[in-house]
């Protein structure tokens, strides 16, 4: 009977050792999936926000919320929900035994536990607010970071690296004063479960001491109460620590859900959405439009003109004009502007995003290259082109040839912003994109402003190739870029105060007079934008 016992005994424990790992494995498992299917998520809905919001936040915030918040928001699932989960049993057996054996002494453990986990449950507030601010100076260094690492530059340029590190070290101080107080609440409240523990042990001592005295139970019965005792405090102090951990994972949770909850770009769209399509002959129309970024002060204000197919307009004006916001209306950036949009007729706010963007090219002023392939980089202009198809784009862009002396041709990466590159490479990297995209509208936003003369008349002669027989607008600080434009709209204040061709406006006594005899017909090279070629 002996070795029955020890047999079926070892059975048991064999049992026990081979499913609960492979319950922890398992519990794992789906933890690091969620954490995972977050994470996707998050990453998804940044790249879908409007940009409004996105120009509302420094991409170090959107940068810890991704990795740093995400992995906050698992760590309390990680162990502690699976050891209350796996000491309920226990703990329900153990407390259904001591029942049996003695109500008040049952009563008296479950009471002292309960008033743990309620100690642990008034300091939840306190330690959540400190969570808060701990994970918020976690997103501020990562953006300071960020800032030190992409203007490294002006930093040592400027030599200003020493007030930098005591910004950043501000922040680092910061960061370790609140550690250091969110700790002293762990440390003191975790003494105080460690007390309470104590006096759970001697109070039934004394208690069951006395019940004996009374002839109610047997010392055999205190004894088994209190080994038995172990699982319950065991449970109870493991739902006050879970109690106070979940305050900094939900610090983290709330930082991921606040940029979830934000509505897509998608979502702005369908919500703003006008069933208004008016049937016009014109690729472009703005009437009567009316914007702010701020909801107060208007950057543009009234602004109307028509463009047709293939006509190329230019548009000029003091820096702060409004001439960028109009091109960012047509990418679709914003859609909250009043007054009407027509794209081919239809209104603007009526377009899918998917549709819009097909319908647009656009080459900025600051090209920005991923820390990728020359190949990949220009293939996001279409991303089922063929590699020819990509090597006839670069050709077009005049960028062929310094890509071939490259060490692995259009295989070799740019690094982060296209940093091994030229600033005149990197925008014919961007116009041969554009140049594969080949939509009919094409925008130009102060595309040759940045470079010197060499690189921009390589420049300007991979421009011609991308405008042909495309519907383009034109933004330049040099004239040189525009002066053979079909239409000049001079905007001003965010207003539209002249409109004509290069001859027309010189011969006026006109705002464009004025700003080309400012100094922009200095920067007028020789090899002008034919956009008529």
Not at 160 to 166: R, T, W
Not at 210 to 217: A, G, P, S, T, W
Not at 471 to 496: F, P, Q, W
Not at 498 to 523: A, C, P, T, V
């Amino acid at each position: 009977l002996l070795l029955q016992g020890i047999w079926f005994l070892f059975k048991g424990f064999g049992i026990i050792v081979l499913i609960f790992p492979f319950i922890g494995y398992v519990y794992q498992y789906a933890v690091r999936k969620t954490t995972m299917i977050i994470r996707e998520n998050l990453f998804k809905h940044i790249m879908n926000l409007p940009m409004r919001e996105i120009s509302k936040r420094h991409s170090g915030d959107f940068l810890s919320r991704i990795n740093f918040d995400v992995n906050t928001a698992e760590g309390v699932y990680s162990w502690q929900v699976m050891i209350i989960l796996s000491s309920t049993l226990s703990t329900i057996g153990s407390s259904f035994i001591i029942f049996k054996i003695n109500k008040i002494i049952f009563i008296y453990i479950v009471s002292i536990g309960l008033i743990n986990v309620l100690i642990n449950y008034l300091f939840m507030n306190s330690i959540r607010k400190i969570s808060n601010e701990i994970q918020n100076t976690f997103s501020k260094i990562t953006q300071k970071l960020s800032d030190i690492i992409g203007g490294a530059f002006i930093i040592r340029s400027f030599n200003i690296g020493k007030i930098i590190f005591d910004k950043y070290m501000e922040l680092n101080n910061s960061l370790y004063k609140l550690s250091l107080k969110r700790v002293k609440y762990f440390s003191f409240l975790s003494s105080l479960n460690y007390s309470i523990g104590t006096l759970i042990f001697f109070g039934e001592l004394a208690l069951g001491g006395l019940i004996i005295f009374y002839n109610q139970i047997t010392f055999g019965d205190l004894i088994a109460t209190v080994q038995l005792m172990g699982p319950i405090f065991w449970f109870f102090g493991n739902i006050g620590n879970f109690i106070i951990n979940l305050q900094t994972s939900l610090a983290g949770a709330e930082r991921v859900f606040e940029v979830l909850d934000l509505p897509s770009e998608k979502e702005e769209i369908e919500r703003e959405r006008k069933e208004i399509v008016k049937n016009n002959s014109e690729i472009i129309r703005f009437e009567d439009v009316h914007f702010s970024y701020d909801g107060d002060e208007e950057v543009l204000k009234g602004i109307s003109f028509s463009i047709d197919e293939k006509m190329k307009v230019a548009f000029v004006g003091e820096t702060g004009g409004g001439k960028s916001t109009i091109l960012k209306l047509l990418l679709g950036f914003y859609k909250d502007y009043q007054g009407s949009i027509y794209i081919y007729g239809k209104e603007l706010r009526n377009y899918s995003i998917d549709e819009l963007r097909n319908l647009i090219s656009y080459v900025p002023q600051d090209v920005y290259l991923f820390n990728d392939t020359i190949l990949e980089n220009v293939r996001y202009g279409k991303l089922d082109a063929k590699e020819e198809d990509v090597i006839n784009a670069l050709k077009l862009a005049n960028a062929y040839e310094f890509v071939e002396r490259l060490p692995n041709g259009i295989y070799t990466k740019v690094g982060e912003r296209g940093i091994s590159l030229s600033g005149g490479q990197r925008q014919r990297i961007a116009i041969a994109r554009g140049i594969l995209k080949n939509s009919p509208i094409l925008l130009l936003d102060e595309a040759t402003s940045s470079l010197d003369s060499e690189s921009e008349e390589l420049v300007v002669q991979a421009l011609r190739n991308l405008m042909k027989d495309k519907t383009t607008l034109i933004i330049a600080h040099r004239l040189s870029t525009i002066v053979d434009a079909d239409r000049i709209i001079v905007i001003d204040d965010g207003k539209i105060i002249e409109e004509g061709n290069h001859e027309e406006l010189i011969s006026l006594n006109s705002k464009y007079k004025d700003l080309w005899e400012k100094g922009f017909k200095d920067s007028h090279i020789k090899d002008t934008l034919d956009v008529h070629s």
